[in-house]
């Protein structure tokens, strides 16, 4: 009839209904999405302050007028305008420069990704309670960090300022008081502003590394009770990938520190074995503050890649650990589908490991390693034994020869490679004393 309401048209053969939904459920997204209230408001209030915000066109063109007036304009200004100060070009320059480093890094980086995406943020519903809490407890505390770093630098600098200004009254007489204050201010202003720049990327650098950190302290310790040679091997090539990801990511940053590093020290050092060069507190002490700052920048760096590298190698170690335990400890000749040791056995296995670890034991000795991974409860199912001989084998080997880590263009940041880098560092520093000052 025509006053009938019409009726829906039932799908036809030629037009499938599909039963999934258009939008994943919202717990699955629910880690990746942002609000004024999450983990990162300290962060976004922090780049805020610091004019690193460029979430519109006014933001960024602001954070650029403010890096500009800070980081160059008022060193130019105060080496023109101000009498010559000892080592003052140095300094100045160094400080611009890995401000303008750490800068251009930053805001490249959160730019073309967003806070979120580069603090991992939204892939931390793929892991466990303990990584999630364990990261947001070092996000909390990572302020505290900085502030270590950069308000003892900000104290010692606006103390010397203070006393330069008095003791120097760069201005004419006739100059009221507050060109000096605020002279000075600027000047410490822009010291804080390019000291927080440049220890701000190395701290985030710091977070990152200490998720991949918490997550091969977890995978160790779940290493021994986990039976699939697959899961094992998703896990190791999702943590493998996000260390390519991070490497990829601040490997320029890393190289062109230390090489600005290094390059500072030496002109640091060229400056005070030069003849007739006075170095004291006075004229030196800057100096001094400058270097500081950025040698301990680039340890936080190095550091903490050097330490997730070797807990990411660490990993190997406990696959062959797992893997001979798992071979010794089998009942069966077959190796396609062993079955695990008896109750009895495993305890007479484990009395005496007990029994002759009072005596013998020392704290010195026994005490893990800073890098070392915690093991403490692997190999106590023996469940790896249900996994065939070649499984195991073939896990082994691919760790073996696929060992992840921190990377710059390829070199892998570990002990060896820190202890060649100090070895040429050391090498020109004696060469360079050789020819100033006659050390041999």
């Known amino acids: 009839m025509a006053g009938d309401a019409p009726q829906p048209s039932s799908p036809t053969a030629t037009e499938p209904v599909s039963s999934v939904p258009l939008l994943r459920r919202r717990g699955s997204y629910q880690r990746s999405m942002s609000h ?32 500009a007036l800070l980081a160059v304009a008022v060193p130019v200004a105060s080496r023109v305008a101000l009498p010559r100060r000892a080592y003052d070009t140095q300094m100045q320059a160094s400080l ?21 995406r580069l603090l991992y943020l939204d892939r931390l519903r793929h892991d466990s309670q303990d990584v999630r809490a364990g990261y947001i407890v070092q996000l909390a505390g990572s302020f505290r960090l900085l502030a270590c770093f950069v308000l003892p630098c900000f104290l010692a600098d606006a103390a010397y300022k203070v006393f330069w200004y008095s003791a120097n009254r760069p201005f004419p007489s006739s100059a009221p008081w507050w060109w000096l204050a605020a002279a000075c201010a600027l000047e410490v202003a822009s010291w804080m502003y390019r000291t927080a720049m440049f ?18 302290t977890g995978f160790a310790r779940d290493f021994g009770q986990c039976a699939d040679v697959a899961e094992v091997l998703r896990q190791h090539r999702r943590i493998r990938d996000q260390l390519r990801r991070i490497s990829h990511r601040y490997r320029r940053f890393i190289l062109y520190c230390l ?111 800073e890098d070392s991974l915690d093991t403490s409860s692997k ?27 921190i990377t710059v263009f390829g070199f892998v940041v570990d002990r060896t490679w820190l202890h060649a880098l100090f070895m040429i560092e050391f090498s020109l520093v004696m060469w360079l004393l050789g020819k100033t000052i006659g050390i041999s």
């Open 36 to 67: 004024a209230r999450d983990e990162l408001s300290s962060f976004r209030t922090c780049l805020r302050w610091m004019c690193v915000d460029h979430s519109d066109g006014g933001s960024a063109a602001a954070s650029w007028l403010v890096f």
């Open 96 to 116: 611009t420069l890995s401000a303008a480093l750490a800068y251009l890094t930053l805001t490249s980086l959160v730019r073309r990704r967003g806070l979120r």
């Open 199 to 216: 220890f701000m990327v190395c701290v985030l650098f710091r977070i990152i590394c200490y998720l991949q950190i918490l997550r091969m």
């Open 259 to 369: 090489l600005l590093v290094t390059a500072s020290q030496f002109a640091a050092l060229l400056g005070a074995t030069r003849p007739h060069a006075q170095v004291n507190i006075a004229t030196a002490g800057e100096l001094a503050l400058c270097s500081l700052s950025l040698v301990a920048g680039l340890l936080i760096c190095l550091h903490s890649a050097a330490k997730i590298t070797h807990k990411t190698q660490a990993i190997t170690s406990i696959a062959a650990a797992w893997h001979a335990d798992a071979t010794i400890n089998t009942q069966d000749c077959d190796q396609e589908n062993p079955r695990p040791p008896g109750n009895a056995y495993l305890q007479q296995q484990q009395a005496p490991l007990c029994t002759s670890s009072g005596d013998e034991s020392d704290d010195d000795e026994t005490s893990p390693s």
């Open 379 to 405: 190999f106590t199912s023996f469940q790896a034994t249900h996994i065939s001989y070649q499984k195991r084998q073939a896990l082994v080997t691919y760790l073996e020869n696929n060992r992840a880590g």
